[in-house]
């Protein structure tokens, strides 16, 4: 029943995206205005989770919207409409990325082994909930830290996939990656997030709450949106 709702809510938005980038191709100034009040606080998260600059992240996503907005006749609604606005996200963010002058040369397309052996089957089911020990901003430190201690193609994948709840197409399309990239990059994603957040737990239980935080991630997310918005 809960894959079915997700399903339904997907189709719903999907078919509200579209009413509103019809009317915003035919002059309709509110429509487009009603797209970006809609996506500008997930694009800022994903752009946030490339660039880890705030001021290129707004930079990023006001120029994904202008870029939309000029080429939005060219949409081919052979995707979804927030499939193609994120695609123009992460390009204008590593964009921003590549000028910064820390940052090296970075590429969606770099590889990582996929032995299929390596991934997990599933992923275990820890119940203790972190924020019994931690407060809520000191979860959000912890994970804002965390996060951005990871290479950048890992934590787009993690961002997209377990922030932003896109489905593994979706996050395919987006990074124009396979499949099977998409969880191997996700599993080292989440395995290194994991060793990360060992050093903030104590020694006693690290293991434990570390991996509890992981698993929890969904709930914590809703944490972590509020840190990257």
């Keep these: 029943m809960e894959t079915q709702s997700a399903q339904l809510e997907v189709r719903a938005t999907e078919s509200s995206d579209l009413d509103l980038v019809h009317a915003s191709q035919n002059g309709d100034v509110e429509a487009f205005e009603q797209l970006v009040k809609r996506y500008d606080r997930k694009l800022l998260r994903i752009a946030q989770s490339v660039t880890r600059n705030r001021e290129d992240s707004q930079d990023a996503v006001q120029e994904t919207f202008l870029k939309v907005f000029q080429h939005l006749g060219e949409f081919r609604e052979d995707s979804q409409f927030s499939t193609w606005l994120f695609r123009i996200t992460v390009n204008q963010s590593l964009m921003k990325l590549r ?14 082994e996929t032995d299929g052996n390596a991934l997990p089957i599933k992923v275990t089911d820890w119940s203790p909930n972190p924020e019994q020990l931690y407060g809520v901003s000191e979860i959000r430190r912890i994970l804002s830290k965390t996060l ?60 434990e709450q570390a991996d509890c935080a992981l698993t929890n991630m969904r709930q914590i997310c809703d944490t972590t949106r509020l840190a990257f918005s």
């Design 99 to 112: 000028k910064q002058r820390w940052a090296q040369e970075l590429s969606l397309d770099e590889s990582f």
């Design 148 to 207: 951005e201690a990871l290479p950048p193609i890992l934590r787009m994948v993690f961002v997209l996939r377990d922030i932003e709840e896109l489905s593994i197409d979706q996050t395919a399309e987006i990074l124009k990656v396979s499949r099977s990239a998409v969880k191997a990059r996700l599993w080292r994603a989440r395995l290194q997030l994991r060793e990360r957040l060992n050093e903030y737990f104590s020694e006693k239980t690290e293991s």
